[in-house]
């Protein structure tokens, strides 16, 4: 595969991209970030994300673990500013480059998203409009944010839809109909990956995909976002997937981080009891099959309204636990917020 | 007969299970159950016999013994309003049931069992849809000649296959769904099926369809009375004396205004109140 | 107890089975995984007699549900019942939750199976005893499902599915639209669920370790075609497909 120096390089981007200037800050910060959503009457309104934190750098891939209801999706759609008109950041901030992005007008969002943070959605279908050929779609794409000759675009989209591993050719004149699940979703990871994004985010990418499709393309994300040294986001409920790849995990309950770390550290010890029986509560292939799995007790949807959210479903949970716990670091690279987690830190500290 | 009791309960529970009304909707509501309420007991209201001519005192202007004044023929408008209020609500009620009758079952059958009726069906709609509405309704009153009962035919003939057609659709769109499924093969009977699953399903898209379409099924009934297919004189029906003020348009207008003004209150109202149950069930489609 | 022989299915001209053979035992739990698209849940449509068969046989305790008709089709028909994927979509909006779950014993009033015997006239007591083999208590009875959580509504259909004591239960993939944390309560029940009444399962999934969890025997659907049938515990065997090989590559953890 030939590529010419000039289609790989950002064309025009009004922050210059030096790796070695960045490399030391965060690539993204968030602080303190809460959602709410208006209530009909505009009084009372619902924290359906509370007081989140984390930072993403350069390169690194954090994977964001939680399940449905846990506002792992909220946060990513007030990241890329889509969230929908009845939900409102109502405090903290998010930080591109230290460019605060909650300030930004419409109009700059709408440059920022795909030239500086690309999306990828679950909806691969959604991805492309039904009856316009993909290349077409793509050229269109490219055009809108840069200024580059049809000619230069077309073989721009060529060398990325080979980037993906996709028949280029064929898929440029495809309609997206003609093309699998599999293949819609690598067109869209080239259509997210040509503009050279700091940061994608990724919202359950394979959800609706088969096994095999959904490790290959996920493979595929780790390999090009190696090459191109940006950031992932990578949302989804598949622990395996974000164990599997993700350098850091943040683990959401009820709109709460309750525990982040490196993945490693995470896997192998895991300190908030969600997280625990996260691991534990799914079947995992082994020369061993239990007699039974671990189950955590009660609903997705129960989540206490003061103090720690996993609070009602927690087997650990005591009185303290209607006080909100505070993010707590154990180690280096690990923080946990949970009372009971820190009564046995300090337990193990005072009898050592 | 089952079927019919069956309809119209689980219709009732429907439209008791709403709550909060729109306004607009509560005013076309008030409106109706008023005009209803004044066909019902119309033979008490009445200051005149709406049939006896008193050619002395033919258009004459509204007075204490007649409110609205008298017609070309020294006829109380007034009562011919109110008792012609009978025909044009009786039959467009009539209407409306029998459609519903004939083309919620056929729907079913075709929808789920699909097949030969399936077919036929579908054929026949698309051959009525090429046509307008009323066009066709006029064709058909005219061949069968003019009478209120041909004009219902004529009308129930044009109106039924729009009701299958909807219910065809929605059937088909269900029938795929897991919980059909799960129906047969815990063993319902096609009839239970259509009875107990579908049919729930699509009354209020239908009772949605209805509302909206007395108004229509009214301005088609006045329509054809106005052109004489319909009511024959000297009985009272809107769209008659719509017919019979035409001459007189110039000189006293208000022998079309008011029959024209209780058309329109009646088919505002319907209006209403059928916008209103499609934004409270949600049945953004039609 | 289930004999399926030589089973092919096609709709238009894709050919959706191809020839697909396989027995099944009394109280065995058999897992069909593959891909979407490689007929696994076709197969299970085949079994109900949800759809007709191109070619081959299909027999449940002896009976070819093919040659069957009206009548004592439907009779034959309620050994086999079904859990369905979509808890959100398998159980009728407008119906409370005890009418769904007694639906099947109203359509069989011969049935009496073991566990309703004595009550099998009183319809809100046999789903009261059915709410509580799944777990959820008479407080469910009267709610209608929209006001019921993804795993609630999936117990409602597993209640469902055991009311009429079937020999053979198909749960075409019944975790994989649930969360994780509720993944595992669902499984747990079906196995205990299994155990207490012997029923057989058809255990449809494209999760692995999910069948590997619940079955006795997987068979592994490509395109169509069963390309491996073996027990659980020879899953990690050398012998496996290659494609057996690749789907359990993906499913490991490094």
């Known amino acids: ?352 | 007969m089952r079927f019919v009791y069956a309809f119209f309960i689980k219709t009732y529970l429907t439209v008791m299970k709403m709550k909060n009304w729109p306004p607009t909707a509560l005013l076309g509501l008030i409106l109706l159950i008023t005009i209803v309420l004044i066909t019902a007991i119309g033979p008490l209201l009445i200051p005149n016999d709406p049939y006896m001519a008193n050619m002395a005192e033919r258009l004459s202007s509204p007075s204490l013994t007649y409110p609205f004044g008298t017609d070309h023929m020294g006829r109380c408008i007034f009562s011919r309003i109110v008792i012609g209020s009978q025909a044009t609500l009786g039959i467009t009620v009539l209407v409306i049931t029998t459609v519903i009758l004939i083309g919620i079952p056929i729907g079913l059958v075709s929808g789920y069992i699909g097949g030969r009726v399936d077919s036929i069906v579908m054929r026949l709609a698309d051959g009525l849809i090429a046509l307008p509405e009323f066009i066709l309704a006029i064709a058909i009153a005219g061949f069968l000649g003019p009478s209120l009962t041909n004009l219902m035919i004529s009308v129930v003939l044009v109106k039924w296959i729009s009701y299958t057609r909807v219910v065809r659709g929605i059937v088909l769109s269900e029938r795929e769904k897991e919980y059909v499924l799960a129906a047969r093969v815990g063993g319902c009977t096609t009839w239970r099926i259509i009875t107990r699953h579908l049919l729930p399903q699509i009354i209020s898209p239908v009772l949605v369809l209805a509302t909206l379409d007395v108004g229509k099924i009214i301005l088609i009934i006045s329509s054809l009375s106005y052109l004489g297919l319909g009511a024959q004189p000297p009985a009272p029906e809107w769209g008659a004396m719509l017919s019979d003020g035409r001459p007189y348009f110039q000189t006293f207008p208000e022998l079309m205004i008011y029959p024209g003004m209780a058309i329109f209150i009646v088919v505002l109202s319907c209006n209403l109140i059928g916008e209103g149950l499609r934004d409270k069930l949600g049945e953004k489609s039609i | 107890m289930l004999q399926v022989e030589k089973v092919s299915k096609s709709y238009r001209s894709t050919s959706v089975l191809t020839e697909v053979t396989f027995q099944m035992e009394q109280g065995e739990s058999l897992g069909l995984i593959g891909e979407s698209g490689s007929g696994k849940s076709t197969m299970a449509k085949l079994i109900v007699g949800l759809e007709h068969l191109d070619g081959g046989q299909i027999t449940l305790n002896g009976l070819d549900f093919q040659q069957l008709r009206g009548a004592e089709l439907r009779k034959a028909r309620r050994h086999v019942q079904v859990v369905f994927q979509d808890p959100w979509a398998s159980l009728n909006p407008k119906l409370p939750v005890w009418k769904s779950i007694i639906e099947p014993l109203e359509n069989y009033p011969d049935v009496v199976p073991s566990f309703l015997k004595g009550v099998r006239n009183d319809k809100r007591k046999m789903a009261e005893i059915l709410l509580e083999k799944v777990g959820l208590d008479r407080d469910f009875l009267e709610r209608y499902p929209h006001q019921l959580s993804g795993g609630q509504r999936q117990r409602v259909g597993i209640a469902r599915g055991i009311g009429l004591q079937p020999n053979l239960l198909i749960c075409d993939e019944p975790t994989s639209s649930l969360d994780v944390s509720i993944q595992a309560q669902i499984l747990n029940l079906l196995k205990e669920l299994k155990k207490e009444f012997n029923m057989s399962y058809l255990f449809i999934s494209h999760d692995m370790a999910s069948v590997q969890y619940m079955c006795d025997r997987i068979a592994v659907f490509k395109q169509g075609v069963l390309v491996d049938l073996f027990l659980s515990k020879d899953l990690f065997s050398d012998t496996r497909h290659p494609y057996t090989k690749m789907l359990v590559q993906a499913t490991v953890e490094r």
């Not at chain 1, 968030?30 to 959602?35: D, G, V």
């Not at chain 1, 990418?205 to 088969?210: F, G, S």
């Open chain 1, 1 to 352: 595969m030939t590529i010419s120096v000039d289609f790989t390089q950002p064309l025009t981007n009004d922050y210059v991209k030096e790796e070695t200037f960045f490399q030391s800050l965060p690539l993204l910060e968030i602080k303190n970030l809460s959602i709410s959503s208006l209530g009909e009457n505009k009084k009372e309104d619902i924290k359906l994300v509370k007081n989140i934190n984390f930072t993403i750098k350069s390169g690194e891939m954090l994977g964001i673990v939680g399940e449905s209801g846990s506002g792992k999706s909220l946060t990513a759609c007030a990241l890329v500013g889509l969230l929908p008109k009845s939900l409102k950041v109502t405090e903290g901030q998010i930080k591109l480059h230290g460019r605060e992005l909650l300030n930004l007008s419409e109009k700059e969002m709408r440059r920022l998203r795909g030239n500086e943070i690309a999306y990828i959605f679950q909806n691969y279908q959604g991805s492309f409009t039904p009856f316009i050929k993909i290349g077409n779609q793509l050229i269109e794409a490219l055009r809108s944010h840069r200024k580059i000759s049809k000619l230069d675009a077309k073989k721009k989209v060529l060398i990325w839809l080979e980037r993906v591993k996709l028949p280029a050719n064929q898929v440029f004149t495809s309609y997206p109909y003609q093309l699998s699940g599999g293949q819609l979703q690598r067109a869209a990871l080239a259509a997210a990956l040509m503009f050279q994004p700091f940061l994608i985010v990724a919202d359950e990418p394979t959800t609706a995909l088969d096994v095999l499709t959904s490790e290959n393309i996920l493979d595929l994300l780790v390999e090009l976002q190696k090459e191109y040294n940006c950031a992932v986001l990578l949302i989804s409920h598949n622990l395996n997937h974000v164990l599997k790849r993700t350098d850091s995990i943040a683990v959401m309950y009820g709109g709460q981080i309750v525990e982040r770390g490196l993945t490693n550290e995470i896997r192998k010890n895991p300190i908030h009891p969600y997280t625990k029986l996260l691991l534990q509560a799914r079947p995992v292939l082994s020369r061993v099959v239990p007699e039974k799995l671990v189950v955590i007790p009660g609903e997705p949807g129960l989540v206490a309204e003061q103090g720690c959210a996993f609070a009602l479903r927690c087997p650990k949970s005591f009185k303290k636990c209607s006080i909100l716990p505070k993010m707590q670091s154990v180690g280096d690279s690990q923080w946990v917020a949970c009372h009971a987690a820190d009564l046995e830190a300090d337990y193990t500290n005072a009898s050592s």
